[in-house]
């Protein structure tokens, strides 16, 4: 999960990125960048958060009127420099990109790319594999004037190619900026604009909440397989290319996008609610009733609030957050995820004292954070607690662009429902049923995989092997297993 903005205008857009990419910040810390382009790119990356990135550049010395900027959350490649975006090259065309997803067929393209095209890889980062792709497809239709139709064709060879999510915003030097999404737009990517007395400048960025904090209209999602390209006198021009069925991405509804943004015409606070209120049957068929309903901030509050609404007993704030801790599902290692949730929540005993509390969470990917807040609510004298999880249980690893998790540390892959209560010693566990949530979803085609291991693109176990390989190897997590 990455956040990627892209601006088009006709002054400087480096402080509109930094503004931008601040907006995105819950969608990736490990590293932030920019690249502007007036008659050469400029650019600046750099590990951490966007303001420690940017906090004393001097951002006039990014002259330019279009520009990219992203902030990265490591999957496929390291969290070191080399791997941080945006990515540039000169030739055949000065191009620059970003973008937010994953490569399944990474080693396969990277091979082609090498043995085909003679290119070679400098980074284990895929952005690298579809700039290459999309510069070689370029390459080809150079000869004369590159028109939209060579851009949509070259766009189109390139989603044929590149399996797996991406949603990718490019400058293409002297030429224009483009935006494009994998044939199954499985990666948020929104349009906006803003009207000033020089005109229009266009905007691209992960999550439409960029826009409302920039003062930008949101125009509108990119659809499945789209590409935008608006070129240097700023005419938009769209095609609908290689389009394989819709399966957005569920987890940005639960999880990972911002509760303030719109996806596909619905506010993210409004779906949580709504997940919620949907929780409450499952809930009720246990024959439970709790005295109030928490949440563990600051995610969940939405689904605590529907729920609660739903059940008809008091929603209250149960636990406080130490907001200047970091997400500990972005932090890299098992040890310090734990230290993290120690040091993040802490539970306001005379709310939950005495009490049957039933606390709500997103999601249980290792269990390890749910296990820690029962044991915290109980030492603060609640009487029974039931944790519940407004996913469904998350049994099969993500290959789109979430590094949940490796399937050996995730515990729905390894125990059933009465076994994760076990472990994490709650007297219940109640997660929303996938039924329920394809419901919720049945006008608007989602990707359900890391539920179900029905992965829209098709993968074959062996990739999945290597995938979880990659993974235990590049995290060097083997010694940190929960189980
Ligand atoms: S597998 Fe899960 S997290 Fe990954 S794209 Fe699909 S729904 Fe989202």
Redesign the pocket.
């Known amino acids: 999960m990455c956040g990627i903005v892209g601006f088009m205008g006709r002054t400087d857009v480096a402080p509109e990125i930094v503004h931008g990419l601040t907006s995105l910040q819950h969608r990736g810390q490990d590293a932030a960048g920019l690249v502007t382009f007036d008659t050469r790119f400029r650019m600046k990356k750099g590990l951490g958060l966007a303001a420690e990135v940017f906090r004393n550049v001097d951002l006039k010395a990014f002259a330019g009127p279009w520009g990219l900027g992203h902030v990265r959350y490591a999957t496929q490649g390291k969290d070191d420099l080399m791997d941080a975006q945006p990515f540039a090259i000169n030739y055949p065309f000065g191009i620059a990109m970003v973008h937010n997803g994953n490569v399944t067929n990474f080693n396969e393209l990277r091979k082609e790319l090498f043995e085909q095209k003679h290119r070679l890889l400098e980074t284990s980062n895929d952005l690298e594999l579809i700039l290459y792709t999309l510069a070689s497809q370029l390459e080809q239709r150079r000869l004369g004037n590159l028109c939209a139709e060579d851009i949509f064709d070259s766009v189109e060879e390139t989603q044929k190619a590149v399996q797996g ?1 991406y949603s990718t915003i490019t400058i293409i030097a002297n030429e224009g900026m483009l935006a494009f999404t994998d044939p199954y737009g ?1 990666r948020p990517l929104v349009m906006g604009r803003k009207f000033t007395k020089l005109g229009i400048i266009y905007g691209f960025a992960s999550e439409s909440s960029t826009f409302d904090y920039l003062g930008y209209e949101k125009v509108r999602d990119l659809k499945p397989g789209e590409a935008i390209f608006i070129d240097k006198e700023r005419q938009s021009d769209t095609k609908e290319l290689t389009v394989q069925g819709r399966a957005f ?3 940005e509804y639960i999880y990972f996008a911002r509760e303030d943004s719109h996806i596909h015409g619905r506010l993210v606070a409004g779906e949580r609610v709504r997940m919620g209120k949907k929780l409450a049957e499952t809930f009720r068929a246990t024959g439970l009733q709790p005295d109030i309903v928490v949440d563990v901030p600051a995610s969940a509050y939405f689904f605590a609030s529907g729920l609660a609404e739903e059940l008809g007993v008091p929603y209250r704030r149960g636990l406080s957050k130490n907001k200047y801790i970091g997400r500990s599902f972005i932090s890299s290692s098992q040890t310090e995820r734990e230290k993290v949730v120690r040091q993040k929540l802490n539970p306001i005993k005379e709310i939950v004292e005495g009490k049957k509390v039933a606390v709500v969470d997103d999601s249980i990917v290792r269990g390890t954070t749910s296990k820690h807040l029962v044991k915290l609510l109980r030492e603060s004298g609640a009487k029974e607690v039931y944790f519940v999880s407004a996913a469904p249980p998350i049994r099969f690893p ?3 662009g ?1 590094d ?1 998790s490796i399937k050996r540390e995730i515990i729905a892959a390894n125990y059933e429902i009465d076994g994760i209560a076990r472990y994490i010693g709650a007297d219940a566990v109640i997660y929303q049923s996938l039924e329920d949530l394809r419901e919720l979803y049945n006008d608007l085609p ?5 539920f179900s291991g029905n992965y829209p693109t098709g993968i074959g176990s062996e990739a999945l092997d290597e995938i979880e390989r990659e993974r235990v190897c590049s995290k060097n997590q083997q010694k940190e297993l929960p189980f």
Do not use: L, R
């Not at 989602?446 to 890391?450: H, I, V």
């Open positions: 999510a499985i991405c569920v987890f993500c290959i789109y979430i949940m989602c990707c359900y995989a890391c």
